[in-house]
């Protein structure tokens, strides 16, 4: 087994870079740090396409404690400050060496509430297998009725005389609940109650009687979302996380790191504006000087965007995981729409055809997706009305059933 990196946790960002990226240099496949080096990113693919030896590089990787480097020393992370720790997430996408994008939900989302909310032993339980890659998580909270405005959500848990939770409902766009192992779950347990006082939020071992994920396909060609049944399925006493009827809060926790988590890489460095300029010269438009001026454009609203995160850091402390952080995924999400527009501009043979049976062109994918982080963990016209009431003091959308009893609101 991997050890813990050595490193205080009072390192500095440079400090952590540094001993992350040697310590990739020592420990890294000799094939996979040649293809990083020489930039051939078919190559590094190729060593990820491997998927013992991804596996394995997973859990050397959270031994190691640089895939969760801001969780505490005790339960395997290497309890960096947010800073510090976001140097080493840079270091670890420049060497494509980090877990792809369906461990977000574990590591990102699952792993952090269970550190803020859970008992020491859903803690022992959950937190190695998210650290080291090996358990698949899915975030099991919008329905049909209950998208942007997530309180009104109807799935209901009941109590059982014996101490297990009964749950009825149906969620939607559920990203990998086709393939993970568990779930965190928002569902009613006391519909007597205001809306947002009458939730709870349980941890759920997808493989529970009664949970069927049937999956939806997109028009990027994924198939990563479900909707996802869920019919009598009972639910052990521990599977409870925080309080009963306190989930509103413990769910507000995993959406700020959500929203904290979407909004693209931490340091300031390389990013998309690289690519899409790498794009243009590769298929020739960066001659066209229109084009030449937006991908500019870009690179800087990007960098600016990097900054202004840095300085949310800094300034606050704990990263911009509070109202600052709607601010950073509103940019975000707005680069990410551009982005899709200029890889389609910066591609355009690309985008109109590919061979048939070969996977989308990376300019013709990054188009169909464009808008996905603008609608994921809270719409920008979400992230608008935080940061009107929270940022700028605003008044707050009105809800005149707010305090009603969410049995006998007029409305869902
Ligand atoms: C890529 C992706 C991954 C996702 N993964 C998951 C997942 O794993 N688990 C999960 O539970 N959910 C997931 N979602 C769902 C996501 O959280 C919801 O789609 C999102 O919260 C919006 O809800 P909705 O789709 O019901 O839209 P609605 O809430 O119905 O919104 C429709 C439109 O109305 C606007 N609107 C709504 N209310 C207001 C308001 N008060 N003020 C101004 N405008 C408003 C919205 O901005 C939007 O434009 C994912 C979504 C995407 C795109």
């Known amino acids: 087994m991997t050890a813990p990196l050595d490193l205080s946790p009072d390192a500095t960002e ?3 870079a540094a001993a992350a990226e040697r310590w990739l240099h020592e420990n890294l496949p000799p094939a996979w740090l040649k293809a990083v080096l020489d930039g051939d990113r078919e190559a590094v693919a190729a060593q990820r396409a491997d998927a013992d ?11 190691s404690g640089l895939a969760t480097p801001s969780w505490p020393r005790e339960h395997g992370g290497l309890g960096l400050s947010a800073d510090a720790a976001g140097a080493i997430s840079d270091v670890l996408l420049r060497y494509s060496a980090d877990f792809d994008s369906p461990a977000f939900i574990g590591r990102g989302l699952a ?6 909310h859970g008992t020491d032993e859903q803690k022992r339980r959950h937190l190695p297998g998210i650290r080291r890659g090996e358990v698949q998580w899915c975030q099991l909270f919008s329905e049909p009725g209950a998208g942007s405005d997530l309180a009104a959500l109807a799935a209901r848990a009941e109590r059982q ?3 297990t939770w009964r749950v009825n409902g149906q969620k939607v766009w559920n990203s990998y609940a086709h393939f993970a192992d568990w779930a965190i779950l928002m569902a009613r347990t006391d519909p007597s ?13 997808m493989r529970t009687p009664g949970v069927s994920p049937r999956p939806l396909r997109q028009m990027n060609g994924d198939a990563e979302f479900n909707e996802v049944f869920l019919d009598d399925v009972v639910l052990p006493e521990d599977a409870l996380l925080g309080d009963l009827n306190d989930g509103w809060a413990v ?3 995993t959406l700020m790191q959500e929203r904290n988590g979407l909004s693209g890489r931490p340091g300031v460095g390389p990013g998309r504006g690289e690519e899409l300029a790498r794009l243009a010269a590769r298929t020739g438009t960066w001659a ?3 084009l030449r001026d937006r991908l500019l454009s870009y690179l800087v609203e990007e960098r600016v965007l990097q900054m202004t995160t840095v300085r949310a850091f800094v300034e606050t402390g704990t990263g911009p995981v509070g109202a600052e952080g709607s601010i950073r995924k509103l940019i975000s999400s707005w680069l990410q729409e551009q982005a899709g527009v200029l890889a389609a501009e910066a591609d355009p043979v690309g985008v109109l055809g590919w061979p048939a049976g070969s996977g989308l062109p990376s300019s013709a994918y990054d188009f169909l997706s464009m808008k996905q982080t603008a609608i994921a963990g809270g719409t920008s016209e979400i992230q608008r009305n935080i940061i009107a009431e929270r940022v700028l003091g605003l008044p707050k959308d009105p809800d005149p059933e707010k305090d009603v009893p969410f049995n006998q609101r007029s409305r869902g």
């Open 14 to 16: 440079e400090e952590a």
């Open 161 to 163: 005389e014996d101490g």
């Open 251 to 253: 769910g507000i926790s």
């Open 193 to 205: 109650r205001p809306k947002h006082r009458g939730i709870s939020y349980f941890l759920v071992d």
């Open 111 to 116: 792993g952090p509430t269970i550190l803020l």
């Open 53 to 63: 030896g991804l596996r394995a590089w997973y859990a050397q990787l959270g031994d």
């Open 288 to 290: 066209d000087p229109l």
